[in-house]
């Protein structure tokens, strides 16, 4: 039963900042990555940030040096914090782990509700 929850969306105008977040519970061994997604309305999800395993962050190049992702190990929560938003930057957000459960399960991607982020100008 493992869950993540997103929050912190909402409505900012143009050239504003928001900070998502998302918090993993439930029976969790380890998280092995952390990613978000997003649809913005009408489109397909597509991915804007992801932490490899590796321990680098990846980022879609249409939010990349706007968008910085970050989390707290201890809390098992991760952000993304958003800056100089635009309008196409409109959607509902998604928040993504492959998380270890044990007892001898194999991993498994874990998704959040998503959180919807309408930006206007």
């Known amino acids: 039963q493992v869950q993540l929850v997103e929050s912190g969306g909402g409505s900012v105008q143009a050239g504003g900042s928001l900070r998502l977040s998302c918090q993993a519970s439930g029976s969790i061994s380890s998280i092995n990555s952390w990613a978000w997604y997003r649809q913005p309305p009408g489109k397909q999800r597509e991915l804007v940030a992801v932490?490899?395993?590796?321990?680098?962050?990846n980022y879609a190049d249409s939010v990349k040096g706007r968008f910085t992702f970050s989390r707290d190990n201890a809390k098992n929560t991760m952000f993304l914090q958003m800056g100089s938003l635009k309008s196409d930057d409109t959607a509902v957000y998604y928040c993504?782990?492959?998380?270890?459960?044990?007892?001898?399960?194999?991993?498994?991607?874990?998704w959040g509700q998503g959180t919807l982020v309408t930006v206007s100008s």
């Open positions: 932490a490899t395993s590796s321990g680098t962050t």
């Open positions: 993504n782990a492959d998380v270890s459960i044990g007892g001898g399960l194999p991993h498994l991607a874990v």
